[in-house]
């Protein structure tokens, strides 16, 4: 799993589990709505707009989605996967040597082009087979004429887990190229 995974989707699973054992509701889904609120305002969920993706395109975003929330990759392959993803390398790292998550893994559900280089994306995270972030809204760039995870999307999910590194609030990384 990328370094990120390990802690921040050990973290989510955490806050899921806690939320699913603390509500008369128990399906865990008040983390995933706070995603979802996090991620539909500017942090970077779908827009409502922007047509079908081809699939191409499709399978491009779903490769990268699943690379960066694979427990089987390590920080290269998962910054590869991240826009700007240099520059979240020690974010990577630091997250890293927690071990909360195993067996964590990213679906793809809903590609939408909203433009040429951005993608509003439905995904779930997975972990050890069963869903903890289900229908999450998030986006995908265009980077290099590779399909990456936006950094949007990842400072969401940091945000949700309540460690929101610096580079998070650097614009100019986690802006949506035009």
Known sequence: MTKFARAGIGALVATTTLAACGSSGGSGSSSSSSLSSQASSPAGG???AGQPADAATRAGIATAYKTFF??????PESSAALQHGDRFVP???AQGETSYAQNTSASVSSVRLVSPLVADVVFTINSGGSPVLRDTPGKAVRENGTWKVAAQTFCALLR???DLPDVCNDKSI???PS
């Open 46 to 48: 779908p827009s409502g």
């Open 70 to 75: 694979s427990s089987k990759s390590d920080t």
């Open 91 to 93: 974010v990577l790292d």
């Open 160 to 162: 949700l887990e309540g």
């Open 174 to 176: 986690v802006a949506l």
